[in-house]
Nanobody, 116 residues
């Protein structure tokens, strides 16, 4: 069973940057698609960025050009580099994994708060 542990959240001023990391246990990491989602208070959880097993990426329109998702298969980690943060980026950010031998798995989330 894969476990996902996020880190790197915190409080930052608008215009600042943060880097989130998600560490995954297990030996099938390279086969899995990985994604970051976020959920703001009172809102539905939404996809922020996705990277598949071949390294192709997808971004929400709201973060294109500001966020970059990357993966390190040797370290079983996926990262989300966030630049030019806005107050509307404030949310709990969740790591998600799924693959040919892995049912959808979520991390516990990490809080990102952007002050204006």
């Amino acid at each position: 069973q894969v476990q996902l542990v996020e880190s790197g959240g915190g409080l930052v001023q608008a215009g600042g940057s943060l880097r989130l990391s998600c560490a995954a246990s297990g030996s099938t990491f390279s086969q899995n698609a990985m994604a970051w989602y976020r959920q703001a208070p009172g809102k539905m959880r939404e996809l922020v960025a996705l990277i598949n097993s071949s390294g192709s990426t997808t971004y929400a329109d709201s973060v294109k050009g500001r966020f970059t998702i990357s993966r390190d298969n040797a370290r079983n980690t996926v990262s989300l580099q966030m630049f030019s943060l806005k107050p509307e980026d404030t949310a709990v950010y969740y790591c998600r994994a799924w693959g040919p031998r892995l049912a959808v798995t979520w991390g516990q989330g990490t809080q990102v708060t952007v002050s204006s």
